[in-house]
């Protein structure tokens, strides 16, 4: 089974603190997604990439960068962290796009106090 | 407003009956539709996908979609307390770039009983 390891697994911040999260998959695959995921709105995706150098912007993009700098590695940025970004942080990848299995990490808690 | 709805929020049922979930789109530009499931502390897991109208069937599961209503179902017959988790329903849009997105629902909590 497809590979995405996510890290860390829990995080903690303060209002206006730098945050990376980091996540790589290890099987080629060509897409790669950020979700967060909050009780009460299931799912959404923040930002995604189709390949390396490749930045697609999500439904919830505000107050969050990302990067993609191997087909490997795909990355989340926080630059000046809000206690409403407290949330779990899932990074997936797939091979294609929307016919696709999306094949997911095991998430990063993040905190923002 | 979410494109993807599901109900109920949570459902509760006893160890060997029926769960059952729907999910309802609101964009028809939506083409494949999905069944995820996480289980407690660990991320979503795909457990079906579905892309034309009628019903699927793998094991005990089976699903059904009707694309004219936008509505997309999932049924758990004998269910074990390991079927105990979220369920989420996912589809998705085909963009202007001709990539795709998954949008998911809000989930639902099934909790089966022994």
């Known amino acids: 089974e497809a590979a995405v390891t996510q890290s860390p697994r829990n995080k903690v911040t303060v209002t206006g603190g730098n945050v990376t999260l980091s996540c790589r998959q290890t099987n080629s695959h060509n897409y790669m997604y950020w979700y967060r995921q909050d009780t009460g709105h299931g799912l959404r995706l923040i930002h995604y990439s189709y390949g390396a150098g490749n930045l697609q912007i999500g439904d919830v993009p505000d107050g969050y960068k990302a990067t993609r700098t191997t087909q490997e590695d795909f990355f989340l940025l926080l630059e000046l962290a809000s206690p409403s970004q407290t949330s779990l942080y899932f990074c997936a990848s797939s091979w294609g796009d929307g016919a696709e299995t999306l094949y997911f990490g095991s998430g990063t808690r993040l905190t923002v106090l | ?114």
């Open chain 2, 1 to 114: 407003q979410q494109k993807v709805q599901q109900s109920p929020e949570s459902l509760s049922v006893p160890e060997g009956g029926m769960a059952s979930f729907n999910c309802t789109s609101s964009d028809r530009n939506f083409q494949y539709f999905w069944w995820y499931r996480q289980h407690s502390g660990e991320g979503p897991k795909a457990l079906m996908s579905i892309f034309s109208d009628g019903d699927k069937k793998e094991g005990r599961f089976t699903a059904h979609l009707n694309k004219a209503s936008l509505h997309v179902s999932l049924h758990i017959r004998d269910s074990q307390p390991s079927d105990s988790a979220l369920y989420f329903c996912a589809a998705s849009e085909l963009n202007q770039g001709g990539s795709a997105k998954l949008i998911f629902g809000e989930g639902t909590k099934l909790t089966v009983s022994s």
